[in-house]
């Protein structure tokens, strides 16, 4: 199974806009943008909202069955790790192994020492073509990096090996996710992870480093952009170059998530992945909830008071809903408003508030990335919840539809030659 060149993550909190999303991609292509679509979603979602892996499996051959989609699509078992891979195995084709926290381990010395033997050729000047600067790396360098990946580099070949005695060799795509670190990883980290990953004899088809800058939820990026731009690039050389030194599969390219909604740096991403022929995986699952809630708000009556009462659900829960999130979100308590006065707001109001467009005063990141994590509160409202998604599915799915196609698809990801 060989992933293609790009690819979208996407999927929904409560499983209902799988037709809407696809909708998306369809329109896309016809357009000219091919991209494959990926149904993802974390056992921590699973847990959360009483959903299991096969849900997700159900949903996407549905809505491929209702729109008689003839594309490839995958199902991702994202983030995924020993202790909970286990019922993702029958229903998913794609696999996001999560060893981040396997950074946090140090290697045995003498592991760290047959690492540095075998790719000793790579101390002094790291020449990557496409790359005009030197990367410099010293033997001690080298050392620290075979410290702080090699236990995670180990794990996702565990994981992997696990998969592949379920699944068949070839019959699942491998993607390594290492983004929810606290330290980024530049480059010469990047290398040296797929060195490893190569040791390991894991056919990685996506990589997911921790990029500089924050990735928050459901906002935008927050960071130095031209940092972000040149790391980027910097990256894209060093994955082909990874490629060709190891023998990695030449269609190995990098996965960017909490993707969705980092419009400031979509311009340099689509720029890089244009220019060099690189791939893209961008996974956007979490911004499909939010629409759903602009959706249930401009569909007025019961929509609204659905989205009302979580928010006020949300707004008493404040801090253990964004525990668990606390690396990507940034809320400013003193620029939310109160749950009285958005109980008075009307759907526009509501919508206006919540809707990702810089350019309108209305909108409020605050509230919105508070709404992000507030999917709890709605699994919480159980059957009352999933009859407003359904009564409401029309407003719904047009949000869905034209946040992923106008504002993600569309903004990021290059025309194919030829169409
Ligand atoms: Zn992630």
Redesign the pocket.
Known sequence: MRLERYSLGIGDRFGRQGEAQLTAVARAGESGIRVTPVWNK?HREHTIIGTQPADVRREADCAVAALGWTGPYYVDA??VSAANVAPFLDCCDFF?I?VADFTKQTSAPEEIRRFADRHGRFVGALSVPGIAREIRVTNEDLRRIAGRFLPAVREAGRIYRRIESARGRGNFVTEV?M??TDEPQGPAELFFILAGLADEGLPVQTV?PKFTGRFNKGVDYAGDLEAFGREFREDLAVIAFAVSEFGLPDNLKLSV??GSDKFSIYGSIREAISASGAGLHL?TAGTTWLEELIGLALGGGAGLKTVQDIYTGARARMDALCAPYAAVIEIDPARLPGAEEVSRWTGEAFAAALRHDAACPAYNPDFRQLLHVAYRVAAEMGGTYRAALDAFRDPIGEQVIANLLDRHIARIFPRSAGA
């Open positions: 974390s994202d983030h996001t999560d996710s983004d929810e997911a998530h909490s996974k």
